[in-house]
Protein backbone atom coordinates (compact mmCIF):
# COMPACT_ATOMS: atom_id res chain seq x y z
CA UNK A 1 0.00 0.00 0.00
CA UNK A 2 1.07 3.94 -0.50
CA UNK A 3 1.64 6.57 1.51
CA UNK A 4 -1.20 7.57 0.26
CA UNK A 5 -3.21 4.64 0.43
CA UNK A 6 -2.22 4.14 4.04
CA UNK A 7 -3.27 7.88 4.77
CA UNK A 8 -6.76 6.94 2.75
CA UNK A 9 -7.34 4.07 5.34
CA UNK A 10 -6.49 5.86 8.34
CA UNK A 11 -8.27 9.12 7.39
CA UNK A 12 -11.41 6.47 6.72
CA UNK A 13 -11.32 5.04 10.22
CA UNK A 14 -11.20 7.57 11.84
CA UNK A 15 -14.26 8.82 10.21
CA UNK A 16 -16.11 6.04 10.68
CA UNK A 17 -14.98 6.37 14.70
CA UNK A 18 -16.30 9.87 14.53
CA UNK A 19 -19.87 9.35 12.54
CA UNK A 20 -20.00 6.95 15.10
CA UNK A 21 -19.45 8.93 18.18
CA UNK A 22 -22.12 11.81 16.36
CA UNK A 23 -24.40 9.00 15.39
CA UNK A 24 -24.38 7.57 19.37
CA UNK A 25 -24.26 10.64 21.15
CA UNK A 26 -24.69 13.28 19.06
CA UNK A 27 -22.09 16.69 18.65
CA UNK A 28 -18.92 15.78 19.22
CA UNK A 29 -17.59 18.10 22.02
CA UNK A 30 -13.80 19.40 22.10
CA UNK A 31 -13.26 17.56 25.21
CA UNK A 32 -14.16 14.48 24.42
CA UNK A 33 -12.02 11.60 25.49
CA UNK A 34 -12.44 9.15 23.08
CA UNK A 35 -11.43 10.96 20.10
CA UNK A 36 -8.14 12.18 22.17
CA UNK A 37 -7.39 9.44 24.05
CA UNK A 38 -8.63 6.99 21.41
CA UNK A 39 -7.30 8.95 18.27
CA UNK A 40 -5.45 12.59 18.85
CA UNK A 41 -2.66 11.43 21.52
CA UNK A 42 -1.71 8.75 19.26
CA UNK A 43 -1.22 10.56 16.22
CA UNK A 44 2.10 11.47 15.50
CA UNK A 45 4.05 13.49 12.93
CA UNK A 46 3.88 10.97 10.22
CA UNK A 47 0.25 10.46 10.50
CA UNK A 48 -0.61 13.98 10.11
CA UNK A 49 1.82 14.04 7.20
CA UNK A 50 0.26 11.75 5.28
CA UNK A 51 -3.70 12.97 5.86
CA UNK A 52 -2.29 16.55 4.86
CA UNK A 53 -0.74 14.75 2.04
CA UNK A 54 -3.84 12.98 0.89
CA UNK A 55 -5.99 16.23 1.42
CA UNK A 56 -3.46 18.38 -0.26
CA UNK A 57 -3.81 15.90 -3.43
CA UNK A 58 -7.29 15.58 -3.43
CA UNK A 59 -8.14 19.14 -3.15
CA UNK A 60 -5.96 19.47 -6.02
CA UNK A 61 -8.14 16.66 -8.38
CA UNK A 62 -11.44 17.60 -6.82
CA UNK A 63 -11.07 21.86 -5.07
CA UNK A 64 -14.85 21.12 -4.49
CA UNK A 65 -14.46 19.02 -1.66
CA UNK A 66 -12.60 21.37 0.65
CA UNK A 67 -13.94 24.89 2.26
CA UNK A 68 -12.32 27.76 2.93
CA UNK A 69 -12.15 26.51 6.37
CA UNK A 70 -11.02 22.92 5.46
CA UNK A 71 -7.87 24.83 3.70
CA UNK A 72 -7.34 27.08 6.81
CA UNK A 73 -7.22 24.29 9.03
CA UNK A 74 -5.08 22.06 6.94
CA UNK A 75 -2.45 24.61 6.08
CA UNK A 76 -2.51 25.75 10.41
CA UNK A 77 -1.03 22.16 10.67
CA UNK A 78 0.78 22.26 8.11
CA UNK A 79 2.81 25.47 9.50
CA UNK A 80 3.02 23.81 12.90
CA UNK A 81 4.63 20.77 11.73
CA UNK A 82 7.19 22.84 9.20
CA UNK A 83 8.08 24.67 12.45
CA UNK A 84 8.34 22.37 15.52
CA UNK A 85 8.47 18.62 13.64
CA UNK A 86 12.30 18.59 13.94
CA UNK A 87 11.63 19.10 17.73
CA UNK A 88 8.84 17.27 18.93
CA UNK A 89 7.32 13.17 17.72
CA UNK A 90 3.71 14.76 18.24
CA UNK A 91 3.69 18.05 17.27
CA UNK A 92 0.00 18.63 17.30
CA UNK A 93 -0.24 17.12 20.61
CA UNK A 94 2.21 18.91 22.08
CA UNK A 95 1.60 20.53 25.67
CA UNK A 96 1.96 24.25 24.59
CA UNK A 97 -0.51 26.58 25.25
CA UNK A 98 1.46 29.70 23.32
CA UNK A 99 0.90 27.44 20.49
CA UNK A 100 -2.26 26.24 20.19
CA UNK A 101 -1.68 22.79 18.44
CA UNK A 102 -4.10 20.87 19.85
CA UNK A 103 -6.67 23.15 18.67
CA UNK A 104 -5.16 23.20 14.87
CA UNK A 105 -5.31 19.08 15.53
CA UNK A 106 -8.90 19.49 16.91
CA UNK A 107 -9.99 21.79 13.79
CA UNK A 108 -8.47 19.55 11.20
CA UNK A 109 -9.48 16.35 12.12
CA UNK A 110 -13.34 17.53 12.30
CA UNK A 111 -12.88 18.97 8.64
CA UNK A 112 -10.88 15.48 7.43
CA UNK A 113 -14.25 13.77 9.01
CA UNK A 114 -16.03 16.17 6.46
CA UNK A 115 -14.09 16.00 3.81
CA UNK A 116 -14.26 12.26 3.71
CA UNK A 117 -18.16 12.57 4.01
CA UNK A 118 -18.35 14.73 1.16
CA UNK A 119 -16.29 12.59 -0.67
CA UNK A 120 -18.56 9.98 0.72
CA UNK A 121 -21.66 12.01 -0.34
CA UNK A 122 -22.90 11.73 3.44
CA UNK A 123 -24.36 14.46 5.07
CA UNK A 124 -23.71 14.07 8.59
CA UNK A 125 -23.07 17.19 10.26
CA UNK A 126 -21.39 17.81 13.52
CA UNK A 127 -23.79 19.74 15.60
CA UNK A 128 -26.54 18.86 17.90
CA UNK A 129 -30.14 19.72 15.95
CA UNK A 130 -31.87 18.92 19.02
CA UNK A 131 -30.85 21.98 20.79
CA UNK A 132 -33.54 25.41 19.33
CA UNK A 133 -30.91 28.30 18.64
CA UNK A 134 -33.47 30.30 17.30
CA UNK A 135 -37.89 30.02 16.30
CA UNK A 136 -37.25 32.64 13.47
CA UNK A 137 -37.16 30.20 10.58
CA UNK A 138 -40.29 28.74 12.06
CA UNK A 139 -42.47 31.91 11.59
CA UNK A 140 -42.02 31.61 7.98
CA UNK A 141 -42.67 28.24 6.65
Given at each position: ?????????????????????????GEIQINNSVIWDGILHKMDNSI???IIEMLNLL?????????ITDLANI???????DKFED??????DMPNRHVGAKKVAWRT???TREIIC?????????NN?????????????
Open positions: MTNIGLSVDIATRITKILNDQILKSWRGNEQHPDMLSQDAEKLLYYESVLLMSRCWNMDLPNTGKVLSNYGDLFE
